[in-house]
């Protein structure tokens, strides 16, 4: 078991649909990561909360919208989906100093959402 | 690209035997991460091996790093079936950002 947790575990959609992937950690950490990962790829970054705070937008299409409501909890907002978004989208969680930088903790994974849009 | 990039792609082998897997960069790094993904679950973090280091073992994994070399590789010894997966080192360069390699897909034949 992970201490990551993503519902749901899959979704199917249409390009007209709004729906919300969520992602809870209960560790403390206060970095949280939204990936996307195609078959036999690696994850690519997407958004970076760190307390709370956007601090990283890949220049993600705007389709995506993040959410952090508190140090717990992250979501991912979905509206007017292409096919080719279908993928699986991951969560992560690390522990973060202001100072050093998350990236220089490891991050715990959700075992994801399998997204697929119709 | 500061991506890091993996070698082999993949990796056949019989239970028992040892598996080493490469990777490569492009940039000075803070931080060099191994993870694991199993088929359709999320990674797991192996093993984390800093920028003034230069070896770190873990119960049956040995990570080296050479950055003279801008090289890492990951030793699995005394392989197991339940090793087989896809494995990423990912680095880390600044700030937030963890940027991953291709992954070596790792297959241990019972």
């Known amino acids: 078991d992970t201490e990551v947790t993503q519902t749901p575990k899959h979704l199917v959609m249409g390009m007209t649909n709004k729906k919300s992937l969520k992602c809870e950690q209960h560790m403390g950490h206060r970095a949280m990561y939204w990936y996307k990962q195609k078959a036999k790829k690696p994850p690519e970054l997407m958004f970076v909360?760190?307390?709370?705070?956007?601090?990283i937008n890949e220049s993600v299409p705007s389709r995506f919208s993040p959410e952090c409501p508190n140090s717990s909890l992250l979501n991912l907002h979905l509206h007017a989906l292409q096919p080719e978004d279908s993928a699986l989208y991951l969560c992560?969680?690390?522990?973060?100093?202001?100072?050093?930088?998350?990236?220089?903790?490891?991050?715990?994974f959700g075992d994801g959402t399998r997204l697929s849009i119709l | 690209s500061q991506q890091g990039e993996e070698d082999p792609q993949a990796l056949s082998i019989q239970e028992g035997e040892n598996a080493t897997m490469n990777c490569s960069y492009k940039t000075s790094i803070n931080n060099l991460q191994w993870y694991r993904q199993n088929s359709g679950r999320g990674l797991v973090h192996l093993i984390l091996?800093?920028?003034?280091?230069r070896e770190k073992h873990s119960g049956r994994l040995r990570v080296t790093l050479d950055t003279s070399k801008k090289s890492s590789s990951l030793l699995i010894t005394a392989s197991r079936a339940a090793d087989t997966a896809s494995y990423f080192c990912?680095?880390?360069?600044?700030?937030?950002?963890?940027?991953f390699g291709e992954g070596t897909q790792l297959t241990v034949n019972p």
């Open positions: 990912a680095t880390a360069h600044s700030g937030s950002r963890l940027t």
């Open positions: 909360y760190s307390y709370e705070k956007l601090s």
């Open positions: 992560a969680s690390s522990q973060g100093t202001l100072w050093t930088g998350p990236s220089n903790q490891p991050q715990h």
């Open positions: 091996i800093r920028s003034n280091e």
